[in-house]
């Protein structure tokens, strides 16, 4: 079953800045959860966040824009993002790691 047959994409992102020790994970996990998505939100060894989304196609664009500001005290420099094949085993739930 591909992406199309029930209306579920994946978009995977890294958000550089200074995204780590400011709750950016944190605030990552309510905002999704808000939109209904699954994934999980994780600190890289560069100082980057990676972020794994799986939802609506709307509800990921909508994270995608809140990721460019993220949380107060957060500066984000980028986000770069791409679509992903949905994971197997599909995520429940959106989680920090």
Request: a negative charge.
């Amino acid at each position: 079953m591909n992406s199309s047959d029930h209306g579920t994409e994946a978009l995977r992102c890294r958000v550089t800045g200074r995204v780590q020790g400011v709750f950016f994970r944190a605030s990552t996990q309510r905002k999704a959860r808000s939109l209904g998505l699954a994934g999980h939100a994780r600190n890289l060894e560069d100082g980057s966040v990676e972020v794994l989304a799986v939802g609506s196609h709307s509800a990921l664009g909508e994270l995608q824009s809140w990721l460019g500001v993220g949380p107060t005290g957060a500066r984000v420099d980028s986000v770069d993002c791409s679509s992903e094949p949905l994971p197997d085993p599909m995520p429940e739930g959106f989680s920090t790691r």
